[in-house]
């Protein structure tokens, strides 16, 4: 069974996949992580209405990444 991880918290973007197939450990197949640090630097701490637009423009790439 393939595992598709999706997280988010409130700056930053996570996507993981992960073989869980059989009784065999699962293995990591594919991580990204996008961090919005830099983006609310400027204004001293996470604004909700940036970072919630910036996982919605960050999620498919990262996700696309880890697919491919």
Known sequence: MLVLGIESSCDET?????????SA??????H????QIEMH????GVVP???SRDH?????PLTTAVMA
């Open 14 to 22: 996570g996507v993981a996949l992960v073989d869980a197939s059989g």
């Open 25 to 30: 450990t699962p293995r990591l197949l594919g």
């Open 32 to 35: 990204a992580l996008h961090s």
């Open 41 to 44: 630097q400027a204004y001293g």
């Open 49 to 51: 209405e940036l970072a």
């Open 56 to 60: 919605i423009r960050r999620v498919l």
